[in-house]
């Protein structure tokens, strides 16, 4: 069975930093985009970045700039490192794994969550003011 497992998460002060980590119990998830989306109470859960195959990345526009994803296939392995956070950044954090084999055009794969058909449990972040 395919795990994705989400850690890094807390309490911090508007300003900081964290750095999420999302492990996959297999390595054919190396293949696959992988994408970080949020959920704040009451809301919708939102796209926040996606890395289609190493170098291909790309940011929903609330944090461009700030957030950077990353991934190290020797340990399978997407990373979120999140810079210069604020308190609307508060939120469950979750990872996803497209493993439907689609193609894509461009370089970025989806933004959609109904593209990803595997998730993490979520982390949670809040960042206080």
């Known amino acids: 069975q395919v795990h994705l497992v989400e850690s890094g998460g807390g309490l911090v002060q508007a300003g900081d930093s964290l750095r999420l980590s999302c492990a996959a119990s297999?390595?054919?998830?190396?293949?696959?985009?992988m994408a970080w989306f949020r959920q704040a109470p009451g809301k919708e859960r939102e796209f926040v970045a996606g890395?289609?195959?190493?170098?291909?990345?790309y940011y929903g526009d609330s944090v461009k700039g700030r957030f950077t994803i990353s991934r190290d296939n020797a340990k399978n392995t997407v990373y979120l490192q999140m810079n210069s956070l604020r308190p609307e950044d508060t939120a469950v954090y979750y990872c996803?794994?497209?493993?439907?084999?689609?193609?894509?055009?461009?370089?970025?794969?989806?933004?959609?969550?109904?593209?990803?058909?595997?998730w993490g449990q979520g982390t949670q972040v809040t960042v206080s003011s």
């Open positions: 996803a794994a497209d493993a439907s084999l689609r193609s894509y055009s461009g370089n970025d794969a989806s933004r959609d969550i109904h593209d990803y058909n595997y």
């Open positions: 297999q390595r054919t998830f190396n293949h696959y985009p």
């Open positions: 890395n289609r195959n190493g170098d291909n990345v």
